[in-house]
């Protein structure tokens, strides 16, 4: 199949409609990652998203809306709580996990007895979904286990041929995917990301429960596969301690692997005469720049030593990206 990109305009949300009610499946950007998007009531549309992505079965999508209203045929028993977060924190880079209404086809939420539910903050993202005027099942769109695409490029890369369109909108802004918080019950964040507990906390005005809890089993079905892997083997230091890493960058070039750094820009004096790749000053920054550093480092090295020692939420919601791009592989 060939897949064309076309830049955002009338035209083109008129072709992205047609694709999406006749059961087809379209890239569209958003404020956090590029998006696969399916008309969520369409069990073989939403199909080939997993076809195409190389997705497991078992792991939900997230409906896209774009307004508050939309919600209402998606879940049931919205409780206050839930809609104060509606309210307050929405649109933005946050999925709310909620009790899912029947009309839900049982293979957008991987039969669970919840669906989740983001109402994107990208103007690019919402004219899609309100162009095509049903809610968008849509998972981040790159192959599975792939560092998720912020760019269209990135979704080229990774599924060209396989889908008929991409809309190619700006570079996502967030750079990582959105916190999902689970409001089924005690408020839970499932997965971390740029809208932060203590944000979330405010809203509710209690504490929020996180993923790493452990007297509690959290139940989010994405957390269990390798994610954001580079095709290149990859390491990761927690701690900036630039003597071990310069130690590993040392030994690799000596075995003829040609390795790079990836680490904020203020650690780059301390490699002098070494590769290095800068996430940028600030941890927001490094959440935007992540995974495109990881894609465009895979294209020129052997190996990636990631190196990044948060201090702010934003920052260990890109750690917990981080961590799973090198399957765990602490130096
Ligand atoms: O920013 C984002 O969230 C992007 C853009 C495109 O909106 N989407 C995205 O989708 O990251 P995906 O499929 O890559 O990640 C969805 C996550 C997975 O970890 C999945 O397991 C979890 O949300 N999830 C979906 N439905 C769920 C449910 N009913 N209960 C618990 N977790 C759920
Ligand atoms: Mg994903």
């Known amino acids: 199949m060939e897949t064309k ?6 035209e083109s949300l008129n072709l992205a409609k047609k694709l999406i009610l006749e059961g087809e499946i379209v890239a569209f950007p958003t404020e956090t990652v590029y998006g696969l998007g399916a008309n ?44 104060k977060i ?9 999925t709310i996990v909620l009790k899912k209404k029947t009309s839900v086809p049982d293979i957008v939420t991987a039969n669970l007895d919840t669906v989740a539910i ?15 005027g049903v809610p968008i099942a849509a998972p981040s769109a790159n192959l599975s286990s792939r560092p998720s695409p912020t760019t269209y490029q990135a979704v080229f890369e990774d599924l060209n041929g396989k889908i008929p369109l991409i809309l190619a909108g700006h570079d996502c802004e967030v750079g990582i995917e959105s916190t999902v918080l689970d409001m089924t019950a005690e408020p839970t964040i499932l997965r971390p990301g740029i809208v932060t507990a203590e944000q979330i906390e405010k809203v509710l ?8 809890d452990k007297n509690r089993k ?41 390795a790079v750094i990836l680490c904020l820009e203020q650690y780059s004096k301390f490699f002098e005469n070494k590769e290095v790749y800068s996430l940028g ?33 934003e920052g260990f919601s890109v750690l917990n990206r981080m961590i799973k791009s090198v399957g765990e592989n602490f130096i």
């Not at 509606?86 to 946050?94: A, D, E, Q, R």
């Not at 990208?122 to 095509?132: D, G, K, L």
């Not at 005005?205 to 790493?212: A, Y």
């Open 118 to 132: 983001r109402m994107p903050l990208s103007t690019e993202a919402r004219a899609f979904i309100s162009a095509c």
């Open 5 to 10: 990109i076309e830049k955002i305009n009338a």
């Open 205 to 212: 005005g209690e504490k929020v429960l996180t993923f790493s």
């Open 40 to 83: 969520v009531f369409d069990e073989k549309a939403v199909k080939k998203i997993f076809e195409a992505k190389g997705r497991p079965s078992d792991n939900p999508l997230i409906a896209h809306v774009a307004d508050a209203k939309t919600i209402e045929l998606l879940a049931c028993e919205i409780s206050k709580k839930a809609k």
């Open 281 to 313: 000053k600030t941890e927001k920054e490094a959440a935007n720049k992540l995974f495109s550093a990881l894609r465009e480092c895979e294209k020129k090295y052997d190996y990636i030593i990631e190196m990044f020692c948060p201090k702010t939420e």
């Open 86 to 94: 509606i309210n307050k924190l929405m649109p933005g880079s946050l």
């Open 218 to 258: 959290v139940n989010s079905p994405g957390m269990r596969y390798r994610h954001y892997a580079p095709s290149i083997p990859a390491a990761l230091d927690t701690t900036c301690d630039v003597k071990k890493v310069s130690e590993l960058y040392d030994k690799l070039m000596s075995n003829g692997q040609k």
